[in-house]
Structures are given as C-alpha cells and as structure tokens.
C-alpha cells in the first residue's frame, strides 16, 4: 500500500509536467522543423548567388557599415562569407518568431490554463501551486528540446555540404542562441502569467517587454556609439553570442541568469497566492466603467483595444526608426550592385534613402501581417476559452460576432499601415532626405493588403476548421517572410514568388504602388472572410 502512494505521488507530481509538454512538444517540433529549413535555404540559396570571392566582396563593400540595414537584422560581420550572410539574414527573423511563440506557449500553458479552470484540476490533487508551476517550467523546457534539435540537425546538415562548409560547433551555436530567445521569453511569460490577471493582460505585458527590447535593439544597432545599449536589451545578448561569426559564449550568462531568476521568481509567486489571484489588478476589479458596453460591437472594441493600441505604436515605433536611419541607409546603398539588385528583383528602381525605405516597407508589411494573425489567434482563443457562448446565448448573431471581430482587425490593418508610414517620415524629415510626406502615406497604405488577404485566410480557416486556424494563419507569415527572403537574393521562379502575399506589392516609395495587384490581395482576403464567416454560422463551437 505504502509502495502504491509513493507511486501516485511521483505521478501527481509529474502530471502538469507531462501535460505541458505534450501540449508543446509538437509546437516545438514543427518551429524547429521551419527555423532549420529556413537557415538551410538561406545558405544554399547565397553559395549559389554568390559563387564567387568577387561577388561575395562586391555584396561585403555594399552593406558593411550600413545603418539601417544594422538596425533592422543586427550587426553584419563577415558577409562576404556563407556563415556571415546566413546569420546576418536568418537570426533577427527567427528569434523574433520564436521569442513570441515561447511567450504566447508559456502564458497559454499556464495562465491561460487557469482561466479555463483546468489548472484547478491539477491543484485538486497532491500537487502544490508552487510544484505545479515548476513542473510546467520543466515541460515546457521539455519542448524546447524538439525545437533545438531540429533546428541543429538541419542546419549542421546543409553545413556538412562542400557547397556551404558550417562547423558543426557553428551549427550548434547557432541553434542555442535561437533556443535561447525562445527560453527567456517562456520564462517571462511565465512571471507575468503570475503577476497579471488574466492571461490576455500578460501577453500585453510580455509584449510590451520584447517590444522595448527589440527598440532597445534598435537603436544600439542603428548607431556605433551606441552599442553599449546592446546589453540593456534581452535581443542584444542574442546578437552579441555572435554564432557563425565567431561566438561569445560569455553572453549565455546574462541569458542564463534571466531564465534562472524569472522561473524561480514565477515558482515563489504561484506558491504565495490564490488560485485566480493576481498581482496587477483586473480591469474587472475597479470601478465599474461601462464606455463602449452599449452592445457586441462596442464589446469588441474595448476588449481588443489594448493589443490595438500596442500594435500601433509599436509598429509606429518601428516607422520611426525606419525614417531616423534612412538617409545614411541610402548614402551606403548608392553605387551598390548588389543591394540594387535585391531591390529590383522586388520591383523597385530607385536608389539612396528612396531605395532603402522601399525595401524596408515590404518588411513592415510583414510586420503588420503578424499583428493581424494574432487578431485571428484572438478569435479563435475567445471561443476555444468558452467565452464566446456567454455572448451568443443572448440575441447575438454568430455572423455579427464574426464580422465585427474582423472589422476590428481590419482597423488596425489600416490604421498601423498608415502610421508606419506617417512616422517613417516625420523621421526621415529630421534627417532632410526629402521624402514627401504623400509618397510615404501612400507606401504606409501599401503594406495594408498582404495583411488584409492574411486576416481573410485566418478568418476562412477559422470557420471551417477552427484548432488550426492559428498555425495556418502564422505559418502563412512565415512562409511570406522566407519566400520574400529568397527573392531578394535571387531570382527564384514565379510560382514561388505568387505563394508570398508579400510580393504581390510594390517596394513603394521605390516604385510606384501596383493598386490592381492590392485590390486582388484586398478581394480576395474579403471573400474568403465571407466564406468563412458562412462557414462558422453552420458549425458547432469547439473548445481547446
């Protein structure tokens, strides 16, 4: 009897850890799956572009000292050479994505848990609040181990060909800094899933933290007088491993001390309060505020209204950035082959600050298309959390719900286009580069329709088949992004080309807008929302 309770006691307290991981894992895989095959491509891709040492320093004398280009992928270093050029194009892009997968897993896995009273059936047992958060640090951690390995193993193998020739060690270098970012934003989440009161509060809260990192970053990069900021920024501990350029192991340890502290700190937190209990109070728990509660609409609107507002400046933020740096960005680009060259094969033809913002504008896109797919997460979590059915037991039409929810996307679509544009140039003004104000609003209404054409896919997705609709609307981003990146290197095939959204636009204000190609984008987002929104009226509601 005695051996039996020893038995269920080990169970009871691998339970959470067990279940976190299974939940993750699989994410994990597939993240690695994509971070692997995207360094992978990036590297085949530049020994076949760039065959030659005379190419390889033509590309090196073009962008080394570029400021903007820093400021947008980090420091470039040995660009002249396949290991350089493949963490200079790879490692901004896949830490940002893994930063906020690691953040939305560890608030979803923990905080959200508990919103969904299932986290209480866990602490029912003989587990303790504190010994359940540990053992979901130790399962998410768990997940973390598909990720790195497949992002290693892929990477060292493109880098075993005599084509490419990465290190092994490189490799494996190169696979833990990007575990890295992914491991200090769940401990974050993590902690700010203690602290605040529910979980949609702490992606607010983790957001705003890699944010101000990714700004900190920013301007460190963007200025070499300024590179002391790079360790005030969680990003710039990553940058400053260096994998593939010649690592800095001594950087682990901040990075390091940060999980360390942040875990320990969340465990003590979740051991000291209640189930539900929170640190930050909820907006619920003030005094009662009823602005826009007149109806569904207004409902929406206010419920999404802090991830609205932190989208827009933060994407504002980067248009600002984007116009500060513009001017010595194009002064380095003038009389460039190569980085002409990437810019025409996107559809551009200027050259100077022109070219820079144009290239830069079709990033922002990208960056516009992410806000918009965690306003598709957004819908699909509010009716997998079982709040929807509070609203659609009274008078609400299930069509309305749905429209109105993505009307809001919609806004944000538009309103953080046109800010980001807006703001490039009050900052390219500062600097004199004689960008008109016009032509920067309109390349900001630009970068709307691949974002918009996202928001109709994810919608459409969510009505049909709902517990994917998440994965196919971020993975839709993520292919954009490396389509776009293998364009810009090389000239690749149509077909390829046409499976970006980010590529049926203009590289405006280096071209002039092609508004056929965006109203086909923005026509076809609205009639696949329409579909999908017939879709979700016939189907039942499903939970997680």
């Known amino acids: 009897m005695r051996r039996r309770e020893i038995y269920d006691d080990r169970r009871a ?13 699989p994410q994990g895989a ?5 971070f692997g095959a995207t360094i992978a491509a990036t590297a085949w891709s530049y020994s076949s572009s760039f ?21 947008l992928f980090g420091p470039i270093r040995a660009i002249d050479t396949i290991a350089g050029y493949t963490a200079y194009k790879t490692m901004f892009f ?7 997968w690691g953040l939305l897993a560890a608030t979803r896995l923990l905080r959200g848990e508990e919103d969904a009273g299932r986290w209480g059936l866990f602490l029912s047992g003989r587990t303790t609040r504190g010994g359940a958060a540990a053992q979901a640090a130790i399962g998410l951690a768990t997940a973390l181990v598909p990720l790195w390995v497949l992002t290693a193993v892929l990477t060292a193998a493109v880098g075993a060909t005599s084509k490419v020739q990465i290190g092994v060690g490189a490799s494996l270098c190169l696979a833990t800094s990007v575990g890295a970012a992914v491991a200090m934003l769940m401990a974050v989440g993590m902690l700010v899933g203690q602290l605040a009161a529910t979980r949609h509060d702490a992606n607010l809260i983790g957001a705003g933290v890699l944010t101000g990192s990714y700004l900190v970053r920013m301007a460190a990069d963007s200025d070499p007088s300024l590179d002391w900021l790079r360790w005030a920024s969680p990003l710039g501990w990553i940058e400053e491993l260096r994998p593939l350029t010649g690592s800095h192991p001594l950087a682990f340890v901040p990075i390091v001390v940060l999980i360390a502290v942040l875990t320990i ?46 989208w827009v400046a933060a994407l504002a933020a980067t248009g600002l950035v984007f116009g500060l740096v513009a001017q010595a960005a194009g002064a380095a680009l003038r009389g460039s082959p190569g980085l002409e060259q990437a810019i025409a094969r ?54 309305r719900w749905l429209a109105v929810r993505l009307a809001v996307g919609s806004g944000l ?34 970068v709307a329709p691949p ?6 896919i994810g919608a459409l997705v969510f009505g049909f088949w709902p517990r994917v609709a998440i994965g196919v609307t971020y993975g839709l981003v993520v292919w954009s992004f490396f389509v776009e990146t293998i364009a810009a290197v090389f000239d690749s095939s149509h077909w390829l080309r046409d499976t970006s959204p980010l590529l049926h636009i203009t590289p405006a204000p280096a071209a002039d807008p092609n508004w056929t190609s965006a109203a086909w984008l923005v026509g076809l987002g609205i009639l696949a929302a329409l579909v999908g929104v017939a879709a979700f009226c016939r189907r039942d509601l499903q939970g997680a």
């Open 346 to 399: 996107l559809g551009g033809s200027s050259a100077g600050a022109v070219a820079y913002l144009g290239f830069v504008f079709v990033f922002a896109a990208g960056l516009v298309a992410i806000a918009v797919a965690g306003q598709v997460a957004a819908i699909r979590n509010e009716e997998a959390a079982g709040l929807l059915d509070n609203l659609l037991v009274r008078p609400v039409a299930r069509w």
């Open 51 to 71: 065959p030659t040492a005379e190419s390889r320093a033509r590309l090196a004398d073009s962008v080394e000292g570029n400021a903007g280009f820093a400021a």
């Open 265 to 310: 700190v969340a465990v003590r937190v979740a051991s000291r309060r209640d189930l539900g209990a929170s640190a930050f109070a909820s907006r619920d728990r003030r005094a009662p505020r009823t602005l826009l509660l007149g109806g569904q609409a207004g409902l929406t609107v206010r419920l999404t209204r802090p991830a609205f507002v932190a």
């Open 13 to 25: 307290a691998r339970a959470v850890a067990v279940t976190t991981a299974r939940r993750a894992g």
């Open 413 to 446: 679509v538009v309103v953080a286009s046109t800010l980001v544009g807006l703001a490039a140039w009050a900052g390219a003004a500062s600097q004199h580069t004689g960008v008109a104000v016009g032509d920067l609003f309109v390349a900001g209404l630009n």
């Open 94 to 100: 896949l830490v940002i994505l893994g930063a906020i």
């Open 451 to 456: 974002a918009l054409f996202v928001l109709g």
């Open 30 to 34: 597939l993240w690695g799956y994509v």
